[in-house]
């Protein structure tokens, strides 16, 4: 005897594989959901159905924007020849949050990890190289999480970037060892941003 309806189900299945979303929490949402006005439910399909359509990545950051370029990368007040590197668009919310950057941004969508079979291919390193090699970039703060894969992509940027021209920086103190920094508060991360010191 089958207790959930069917299309309740579907729901919840899709949900789950959310990452951080387990079958509770799926759950709870879709009978919140079911519980909202059909009006409200439509939006949310909506607005799930053109995400794919409206949002493509912008072609000198790699951030998700409706607009190529972005608005970031699109406004003269920021720095051009200052580029933060991150590893996640993610990242690059958390940076702006802290109002302490005002360069522009390269956004890698990954890290390395043999072990899973991602290497410098698989993520944006080529652009960022490409990027440097334009001659426009004074700068370049790695801003990799300290976690293993963050510091090994961290050490192989550095270590093809060692013979150009630019200045290597990166986060500085207040970003404790293993964490993601999307997880850290904007205070700690603005902290780490003014105080970037030379990458080695």
Same mark, same amino acid.
């Given at each position: 005897m089958q207790v959930i309806p069917p299309a309740l189900e579907r729901l919840i299945e899709s949900l789950s594989k959310l990452p951080g979303i387990g079958k509770k929490t799926a759950t709870r949402l879709a009978l919140n959901i079911l519980r909202r006005p059909a009006s409200q439910?439509?939006?949310? %399909?909506?607005?799930?159905?053109?995400?794919?359509?409206?949002?493509? !990545?912008?072609?000198?950051?790699? +951030?998700? &924007?409706?607009?190529?370029p972005c608005a970031i990368c699109a406004d003269p007040?920021?720095? %051009?020849?200052?580029?933060?590197?991150?590893?996640?668009?993610?990242? !690059?919310?958390?940076i702006?949050? +802290?109002? &302490?950057?005002?360069?522009?941004?390269?956004?890698?969508?990954?890290?390395?990890?043999?072990?899973?079979?991602?290497?410098?291919?698989?993520i944006k390193v080529s652009e960022l190289l490409a990027r440097v090699c334009s001659g426009a970039i004074k700068e370049v703060l790695i801003a990799t999480s300290s976690t293993v894969p963050g510091e090994a992509t961290a050490s192989y940027l550095i270590d093809r970037l060692h013979d150009t021209?630019?200045?290597?920086?990166?986060?500085?103190?207040?970003?404790?060892?293993?964490?993601?920094?999307?997880?850290?508060?904007?205070?700690?991360?603005?902290r780490a941003i003014e105080s970037r010191s030379p990458a080695t």
């Open positions: 439910a439509h939006e949310l %399909a909506a607005s799930l159905s053109e995400l794919h359509s409206a949002i493509q !990545l912008c072609s000198c950051c790699f +951030t998700f &924007s409706e607009t190529d007040k920021r720095s %051009a020849d200052l580029v933060c590197v991150v590893e996640q668009p993610g990242d !690059l919310l958390a702006e949050k +802290t109002g &302490s950057f005002r360069g522009h941004y390269h956004i890698l969508h990954g890290v390395l990890s043999p072990m899973d079979g991602i290497g410098p291919e698989e021209p630019i200045k290597l920086t990166r986060l500085a103190c207040g970003i404790p060892m293993g964490m993601d920094i999307k997880y850290a508060d904007r205070h700690t991360l603005a």
